[in-house]
C-alpha cells in the first residue's frame, strides 16, 4: 500500500480552509493507504505561545480529527513530538539544506515580516525542514496538504533528492497532493488573505464546531463587491470567488458548476450557508458524541507506538549513511 503522511497545527480553532485543504483527503486516503497523520506540536513552538494553551489545543486538535472521520484503527494518529526521531531527523537534514534556499519559502518571509526578521525564532526559519523531516521518517509517497504548502514540498523533495545522491537511497521521494478546488479557502472577510488559524479574524473564519447559524451569518455577511455578477474571477472577484469555491468543494462540483444559474448574491450565499452547515454537520455531531478527553490520549499514545516501527528504522539508516557512529 503506498504511504501517506500530514500534519496540522495545534495553533487554534481548526477552520473549513483546513477541513476543505486536507483533512477531508485524509479521511479518504487512510482507506487505501498506509496512513499517518500528526498533530504538528513542535511546529506550533516557532513563534510565541502560552505552554497550557498549547497542551491543551493539542488534545483538542486530535478530537477534532477523530471527530472528522480520522479512524484509528485504520490510520495512525499521533503527536509529532511524541516521537522524538522527528527532531533528530531534522537536524540532520538542517545539514543538507542550505540558508540560500530557507529564505526563498514564502511562509517564512510572511511570518516574519510580522514581527521584524531579527527577532523572528530561528526555528520559524527551519521549520521547513522539520517538516520535511515529518515526512520522509515515514517515507511517504503522497503528502495531502492544502495549495499554500506547495513551496515546503518541493524543499522537501530536493532535500530527499540531494540526500540520497549524497549518502545514498535512504528517503522515497515524496509528492503532494492537492485538491482541485478548496485547496486556498479565502478569509470570508478578507478574501485577499487565506482563511487562518492564526489569524485575528473570527468573522472571516468559520470554524468547523461553529454552530449552524454562526456559520450562515458569517457567509451572508462574507464580504463581496459592488458589481452584482456572479463570476469565477479570483483577481477581480476574490470575495464571490471564495463563496463559489466553498460551494463548489462543499458540494463536490467544478466551480463553474457551482455558478451555473446565480444572478445575484443573495441566493449563491444561501446555498453555499446550507451546503457548508450539511457538510459539517457529522462533524459536530461526532464530536459532541465521542467520550473524547480519554479515548484521545489513549489513542495518540498508540498511535506514537505504531509510528516507532517506521520511524526508528528510518533515522537508523539515515545515521548510518551520514557517519554517525552506531548506538551500542
Ligand atoms: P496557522 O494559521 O497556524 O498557520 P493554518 O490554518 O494555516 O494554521 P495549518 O495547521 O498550518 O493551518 O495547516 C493544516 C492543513 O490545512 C495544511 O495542509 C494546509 O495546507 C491546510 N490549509 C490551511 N489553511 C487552508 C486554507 N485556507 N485553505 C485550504 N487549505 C488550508
Ligand atoms: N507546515 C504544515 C504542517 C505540517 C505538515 C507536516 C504538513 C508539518 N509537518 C508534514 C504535511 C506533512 C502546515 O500546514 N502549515
Not at 2 to 8: H, N
Not at 48 to 69: F, K, N, S, V, Y
Not at 182 to 198: E, F, H, N, Y
Amino acid at each position: 500500500m503506498p504511504r501517506v503522511l500530514s500534519g496540522i497545527q495545534p495553533t487554534g480553532d481548526v477552520h473549513l480552509g483546513n477541513y476543505l485543504g486536507a483533512i477531508r483527503q485524509w479521511v479518504e486516503h487512510q482507506h487505501h493507504h498506509d496512513a499517518y497523520f500528526c498533530v504538528v506540536d513542535l511546529h506550533a513552538l516557532t513563534v510565541p505561545r502560552d505552554p497550557a494553551h498549547l497542551r491543551a489545543r493539542t488534545l483538542e486538535t486530535a478530537q477534532l480529527l477523530l471527530a472528522a472521520g480520522l479512524d484509528p484503527s485504520v490510520c495512525t494518529l499521533f503527536v509529532q513530538s511524541h516521537r522524538h526521531e522527528h527532531a533528530e531527523l531534522a537536524w540532520v537534514l538542517q545539514c543538507v539544506a542550505s540558508i540560500g534556499e530557507l529564505r526563498r519559502m514564502t511562509q517564512f518571509k510572511d511570518k516574519a515580516a510580522r514581527e521584524g526578521e531579527e527577532a523572528a525564532r530561528v526555528g520559524l526559519f527551519t521549520y521547513p525542514v522539520l517538516q520535511a523531516a515529518d515526512i520522509l521518517l515515514y517515507q511517504a509517497d503522497h503528502v495531502p496538504v492544502g495549495d499554500e504548502q506547495r513551496q515546503h514540498l518541493e524543499l522537501c523533495r530536493d532535500l530527499a533528492e540531494r540526500f540520497n545522491h549524497r549518502y545514498g537511497e535512504v528517503f522515497t521521494v515524496p509528492e503532494a497532493t492537492v485538491p482541485a478546488v478548496g485547496a486556498r479557502i479565502m478569509d470570508l472577510q478578507v478574501p485577499t488573505m487565506k482563511m487562518s488559524k492564526s489569524s485575528e479574524s473570527p468573522q472571516g473564519t468559520i470554524s468547523i464546531l461553529d454552530d449552524p447559524e454562526v456559520v450562515t451569518r458569517k457567509i451572508k455577511r462574507a464580504v463581496t463587491d459592488t458589481e452584482a455578477e456572479v463570476r469565477y474571477d479570483p483577481k477581480d472577484k476574490p470575495g464571490v470567488s471564495n463563496l463559489l469555491t466553498i460551494l463548489a468543494a462543499a458540494t463536490g462540483r467544478s466551480v463553474e458548476d457551482a455558478a451555473a444559474g446565480y444572478t445575484q448574491y443573495g441566493p449563491l450565499k444561501a446555498d453555499t450557508a446550507e451546503a457548508v452547515v450539511e457538510l459539517l454537520a457529522p462533524v459536530r455531531a461526532r464530536y459532541r458524541e465521542l467520550e473524547v478527553e480519554k479515548d484521545a490520549a489513549a489513542i495518540l499514545a498508540q498511535g506514537a507506538a505504531k509510528a516507532a516501527s517506521v520511524a526508528a528504522p528510518t533515522v537508523t539508516r539515515a545515521r548510518e549513511a551520514v557517519g554517525l557512529l552506531p548506538r551500542a
